[in-house]
């Protein structure tokens, strides 16, 4: 069923046993955990099925700290984001990869972080939320694929080890579930819906309403037995901020943690390998499409090829998650990078072909997407400045670290070593000296990359964002150290909880879109079997 909260009544009240606010991933998936039951479910929208700019102009906002750079270009608030039915999916490139084992756990470059359970909690959940994302089947060895036809990996030791990732191709949770939805008997969805408050009770522990408004002026509520919030990492701690009727600090809040621990994936170029293999030898890393089980809507999906330092590496050296892809392309003078000083990769090339007298065959891009440390100071707050509907906008003060950046560089040191090690060739590190410049590529396969041996050295380098936003109220049982527990209830509200990645306390190096499928799959089960049965 489908209405537009324009049409509703002015101060009407709706009434749901549960009401989810956000129709993105989380949301949508909610949602569909309880479709065809007997429970009512009113999931609010703010936006439409197609993008509106008024509605956009709702996440406009300030960022204050490190800019939020792609292709070192640097975004507005309202940019990383989008507000429509389906959410950012609309704009998700389809990368799947659970997080690590590890990556739940305490590691000693971020003491005193660790998620409530281990990886084996969520392993039923990812097999489930791998036909949500319309990927393969729950296989991320690369043993299973190359009983498929895939090629090998260039390396697997004891410090460097192999990791697929799966490419949906991609699913826009919006267009794929609407129908489902709109037909679902017990389903309402709102559109032009805007929730602007969540009104509690007099002791502030219990939700009772959410107070919804729409740009035409309209307003109107909505009491609901259970409230899901899943608006992203950055509008979730906005509106428990900005929800300060009872709670003067806003919900959730009691230990000043909503909003902070923001993290991003930091994506920097690594650098470029000359490698002896030719190109068609690397199908590991250009990957390949495999056909899905019968249930998917697509009959194939991508499957290409990462490498991930062991855990016990991460450890030793006091590092966090890092995954590195390649691009291999066949070594000419075209298919370089653009670099006017320095050494170059042909120099390298050339001077290996010298010492054994084969030319090496391939230069590849070498890709790296990391883990940003949980920071306290990285944080979400509120601006007295209000958006069109009277809220509070948000303020972003993201912060990378130099410890973040050095680590990044020590990651890449280790990759390079092994690389040099197996007899495969030779990494040029340009952590900090690479320009993606997308607007004036010089000729070429690699020719949108620049150069500049000067800035290897530069501990401030700039870091670019995987339009990922994680941490804003994280998970803990302990309320002093997390604003929901292990179920994503929030702490102190018996009936508000958090759906999406603002609720991990770490972010490993895997996009997160599959683990948010995940988890909200489990809470819609656990709503519909311990809260509601």
């Known amino acids: ?24 991933a989380a949301g949508i998936t909610v949602a569909r955990t309880f479709a065809g039951t007997s429970t009512s479910v009113l999931l609010l929208e703010s936006g439409d099925f197609e993008p509106d700019t008024e509605t956009q102009e709702l ?26 039915f389906g959410g950012t999916t609309n704009h998700w490139a389809g990368w799947c990869r659970p997080l690590e084992p590890v990556d739940f756990t305490e590691l000693p470059a971020r003491p005193g972080t660790s998620w409530p359970f281990g990886r084996e909690e969520l392993d039923p959940w990812y097999a489930l939320a791998m036909a949500a994302v319309q990927a ?9 694929w190359a009983a498929q036809g895939l090629g090998p990996p260039l390396l697997e030791n004891d410090v460097v080890t192999s990791r697929m990732i799966q490419v949906s191709f991609p699913t826009r949770f919006g267009e794929l579930y609407r129908q489902e939805l709109v037909d679902s008997s017990n389903v309402e969805i709102g559109l032009w819906a805007n929730v602007v408050n969540l009104r509690t009770d007099d002791g502030g522990t219990h939700v009772e309403a959410a107070d919804v408004a729409t740009l035409d002026g309209n307003r109107f509520q909505v009491e609901a037995r259970v409230f899901v919030l899943a608006t992203g990492g950055i509008e979730v701690p906005r509106l428990l901020l900005a929800s300060s009727d009872v709670q003067a600090d806003g919900l959730g809040n009691d230990h000043d943690l909503v909003g902070r621990y923001f993290m991003e994936h930091l ?18 890393y250009d990957g390949g499409e495999f056909a899905t089980p019968p249930d998917r809507e697509h009959e194939t999906v991508g499957i290409k090829g990462a490498h991930l330092l062991h855990d016990d590496v991460l450890r030793d050296e006091e590092l966090l998650g890092v995954e590195f892809t390649m691009i291999p392309v066949e070594l000419t003078d075209d298919a370089r990078p653009d670099q006017d000083d320095g050494v170059t990769t042909l120099d390298v090339a050339e001077l290996m072909g010298r010492l054994t007298l084969a030319r090496p065959a391939t230069v590849a891009y070498v890709r790296m997407l990391a883990e940003q440390a949980p920071n306290p100071d990285s944080r979400v707050r509120l601006l007295s400045d209000t958006d069109a509907l009277g809220v509070p906008k948000a303020e972003l003060d993201w912060q990378p670290t130099a410890d973040d950046r050095t680590r990044l560089r020590r990651a890449t040191a280790i990759f390079a070593d092994e690389i040099s090690r197996a007899g495969l060739g030779r990494l040029q590190v340009g952590v900090g000296g690479t320009i993606i410049d997308w607007e004036d590529p010089v000729p070429g396969p690699l020719g949108t990359y620049q150069v500049d041996p000067a800035e290897f050295d530069s501990i401030d380098y ?13 998970m803990s049982n302990d309320p002093t150290r997390g604003v929901v527990d292990a179920d994503c209830r929030v702490h102190g509200l018996e009936n508000l909880y958090i759906g999406g990645s603002a609720v991990f306390p770490t972010s490993g190096s895997s996009t997160p879109t599959l683990t948010i499928t995940a988890l909200a799959l489990r809470l819609g089960a656990h709503l519909r079997t311990v809260v509601l049965a």
């Open 136 to 144: 393969g089947p729950f296989e991320y060895d690369y043993a299973y």
């Open 462 to 474: 700039p870091v670019g964002i995987g339009f990922h936003h994680m941490g804003t109220a994280r």
């Open 1 to 24: 069923m489908l209405f537009d909260a324009r049409s509703v009544p002015a101060d009407t009240v709706l009434e749901a046993d549960v009401c989810v606010i956000g129709a993105g």
């Open 59 to 84: 996440y406009a906002g300030d960022i204050v700290g490190a800019p939020m750079l792609s292709g070192y270009r640097p975004l507005e608030l309202d940019e990383i984001r989008l507000r429509q």
């Open 267 to 284: 994506e920097v170029p690594a650098g470029f390998v000359v490698l002896w293999q030719p190109p068609e030898t690397l199908g590991y």
